[in-house]
């Protein structure tokens, strides 16, 4: 038997299998067989400029390209359509929307490389995302082992990204140095996932069957065709064994050194059947050097994510709480808590002085702290992150949620108000980009100029090219703990029923696009008050008449792919509600904080400095 089958080769010569997504992902409205187009902007050679080759892979080729407008550089996949008959072969269909949806909701978090958008021509998809130019983790590892803080760091890195995505029910199926690419040459850059071509919708219990993966990578349960999120441990396992020792893990009694140096990758040594049969029933060696060198904490960590019974092996969030993971975290966890002190005692020196002052990747990480008892300044980026990756539709409705909450929760936004109105003290409602701009480019956090545009884009929903209140209570509230109270059902459900003006019980496409394109969902947040619920009416006569330049035209699609979990076309009440909330595993400290000065917010300039009065 050949697992795998119609695998093609890849960059290390060896197959990865194609079109990996699964029969019962989210194809939903969409009748995948029946299209010839996407639905995606053709406009692409007036934007951008397309420039030489810098990668390659088994679906495209990537190349550098320069915004027209701006001169920012971007990296463009470019994937050559598959057409049967003149239509889009389904399964392409499927495997490209379901990168892009993936990537437009995890490409909000910094741990992803962020993608600009998907334009297409006759022949090709495009796919324009930020540009890594540090090169793959792969190219790293293969220079040689990485002394024990720095694999901590970069695993810590790894998992982070893995447990944000199972948390949204979201299985990766590729977890391997070569979709890892650090953002730039610096030794302490960040690390960027790339590449959800094989990922696909499973929550954690749920089993899936069809074989996706990376032969070298992939679990042993993936090859009983019965696995689900804990597969992904297991290649972030692999992983972290390469990144300490520089080779693979598996060791066959038959075939002596089997995969124990990177040396024999890609010249074909191993036959599919041999690393499958290795994987299922090789020893895993701990012994041979460097293991002599390596703590006893580093090794129990790599068996433990290498535990052949999935049952056995820790989730994502239980392997970043291992010990030695967290004895490298230890620095900015201390100075996280100095910071949590200096809100309290009005911010000073000493805490300053505790912070770790540099951006290193331990430091980078959101460590182990996290969550809403914290200073605003401190997870500030956390929470853009986490709000960035809930979708187009999910932000409009949640802004619409904090109108209706807005005067029975004036408790729990009171800080959050106070901020926002030391970043507009002449009392308007909105606050312009570029104060907001100015604030995540102050020197506190340790963001590119890239990603603090990105991550600005989050808070402008409405996509009026500025933040205002309602902007920046739904994009900064901690909605785990909204949907603990008791208001939150209900506020839920006055969202629902401007939705469905026909009091149906289910929201169609058609639903959903009228309300959003007549502006109806945005009236009561647009006018920058604090809200009520007299605001929110909406109007399905303005509908009609705006849905002709709707800017949200690509944004149901996506949302019922997402939303409409039994496929039936609509979104029930039911449906709406779990679309709308978010799952208890998408914690805060999964995101990198990228405070760099813990600790020093003393001067309160920004009005979310950990010493002024508006600190959270
Ligand atoms: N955002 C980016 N910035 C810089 N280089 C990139 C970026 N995305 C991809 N690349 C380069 O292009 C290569 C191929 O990209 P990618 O893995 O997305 O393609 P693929 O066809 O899906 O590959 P695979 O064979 O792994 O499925 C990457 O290995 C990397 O070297």
């Not at 197959?15 to 010839?36: E, T």
């Not at 600790?599 to 009065?613: K, L, N, Q, R, V």
Request: charged content about 20%; aromatic content about 8%.
């Amino acid at each position: 038997m050949l697992p795998f089958p119609g695998a093609s080769r890849g960059r290390s010569g060896l197959p990865r299998s194609q079109f990996g997504a699964s029969p019962s992902g989210p194809v939903g409205a969409i009748a995948a067989s029946s299209l010839k187009s996407f639905g995606f902007a053709h406009d692409f050679d007036q934007k951008y400029t397309l420039g030489r080759a810098i990668g390659a892979g088994t679906f495209g080729t990537v190349h550098l390209a320069t915004d027209n407008a701006t001169g920012q550089e971007v990296a463009v996949k470019v994937i050559t359509k598959r057409v049967i008959g003149g239509y889009l072969e389904g399964n392409f269909v499927r495997r490209v929307q379901h990168e892009v949806d993936i990537y437009n909701h995890l490409g909000r978090s910094l741990n992803v490389a962020y993608l600009y958008g998907a334009w297409e021509t006759p022949v090709h998809v495009q796919l324009v995302m930020e540009l890594c130019t540090g090169g793959e983790l792969w190219t790293r590892v293969q220079r040689g082992k990485y002394d024990e803080a720095a694999a901590a760091a970069l695993c810590r890195e790894i998992l982070c990204t893995v447990a944000q995505c199972h948390a949204k029910g979201i299985v990766l199926r590729d977890v391997k140095p070569e979709n890892f690419l650090f953002k730039t040459a610096a030794a302490d850059a960040p690390l960027k996932m790339i590449d959800f071509g094989l990922a696909t919708y499973c929550k954690p219990g749920q089993l899936l069957s069809d074989r996706a993966g990376s032969p070298l990578y992939v679990a042993p349960e993936v090859l009983k065709q019965s696995y689900g999120q804990p597969c992904d441990v297991w290649s972030a396992g692999v992983v972290a064994y390469q990144l300490l020792t520089g080779r693979f893990p598996f060791e066959d009694e038959d075939c002596g050194l089997l995969l124990s140096s990177l040396d024999v990758l890609g010249k074909k040594h191993f036959t599919n059947k041999e690393i499958f049969f290795a994987i299922l029933y090789g020893e895993l060696d701990f012994h041979r050097p460097p293991w002599d060198e390596i703590s006893d904490l580093a090794r129990a960590f790599v068996a433990h994510l290498l535990e052949r019974d999935p049952a056995k092996r820790p989730s994502a969030e239980e392997a970043l709480q291992h010990p030695w993971l967290r004895q490298f975290d230890a620095t900015a966890s201390a100075a996280s808590a100095a910071s949590s002190m200096a809100s309290v005692d009005g911010g000073n020196g000493a805490a300053a002085s505790a912070a770790p002052g540099n951006g290193t990747a331990a430091s980078r990480s959101g460590g182990g702290a996290g969550g809403s008892g914290r200073p605003l300044s401190d997870s500030l980026v956390q929470r853009l992150q986490r709000f960035g990756t809930y979708g187009r539709l999910k932000q409009l409705a949640l802004r619409a949620v904090v109108s209706f909450m807005a005067t029975a929760e004036t408790e729990r936004i009171a800080s959050l108000a106070a901020a926002f109105r030391s970043l507009d003290p002449a009392g308007r409602g909105v606050v312009p980009y570029d104060a907001v701009g100015a604030l995540l480019n102050n020197g506190d956090w340790d963001l590119s100029r890239t990603e603090v545009s990105q991550l600005l884009a989050t808070f402008d929903i409405d996509l009026e090219g500025n933040v205002d209140y309602n902007e920046w209570l739904a994009a900064l509230i901690d909605w785990r703990e909204v949907q603990e109270s008791a208001g939150w059902q209900k506020y839920v459900n006055q969202v629902f029923d401007m939705f469905d003006q026909e009091h149906t019980g289910r929201l169609t496409p058609e639903n959903i696009q009228r309300v959003l394109c007549g502006g109806g969902l945005l009236a009561g947040a647009s006018s920058g008050s604090s809200g009520s619920e007299g605001d929110m009416v909406a109007d399905p006569e303005g509908a009609d008449a705006e849905l002709d330049e709707c800017p949200f035209d690509d944004v149901v699609p996506a949302a019922m792919r997402e939303a409409d979990e039994d496929h039936d076309g609509a979104i029930s009440r039911e449906e709406f509600v779990r679309f709308l909330s978010t799952a208890p595993g998408d914690k805060l400290e999964f995101y990198e904080s990228r405070r760099k000065r813990l600790g020093a917010g003393g001067s309160g300039s920004d009005g979310i400095g950990g010493g002024s009065g508006a600190a959270l």
